[in-house]
């Protein structure tokens, strides 16, 4: 695949399985043997992906993902992104606090055969918890 197609498919993952909340995508554009790795564990399988973005839209079910930046070099795709919502529902035992977010991240996916077979990602996990006011400021 081009770095054409690899940048179409990463638009995709975001715009029609994150941003319309389609999981039913997320076979078509993600290989079986999927691996996602963020800042605190690292997940293997379509199914623990789904059941990871399954929690993170019921937590957040009008989350919107703004893609700033794409740039592709081979098989790799990396994503600027800003994460905006409203916590609606439980995250990570965190129950619902109501309040808005505005969260930024990167991320860097890999390419094989027409799917993303890895993803690499790291968010502002800290400002989200201050956000929602589990962590405090400073000053």
Known sequence: MSTQDNKALARRYIEELLNQKNL???????????????????????????????????????????????????????????????????????????????VTGMSITRVANGKCVEFWTNSDDLGLMQQLGVIPTQG
Not at 67 to 76: K, S, T
């Open 24 to 102: 039913a995508v997320f076979d078509e554009l993600c290989a079986p043997n999927f691996v996602w790795h963020n800042a605190s564990t690292t997940m293997q399988g379509q199914e623990s992906c789904k059941q990871f973005l399954s929690m993170l839209l019921s937590g957040f079910p009008d989350l919107h993902i703004t893609l700033e930046d794409l740039i592709a070099e081979g098989d790799l795709v990396a994503e600027r992104l800003t994460f905006r919502g409203t916590h609606q529902g439980g995250l990570l035992g965190i129950p619902s606090t109501g309040k808005q977010i505005h």
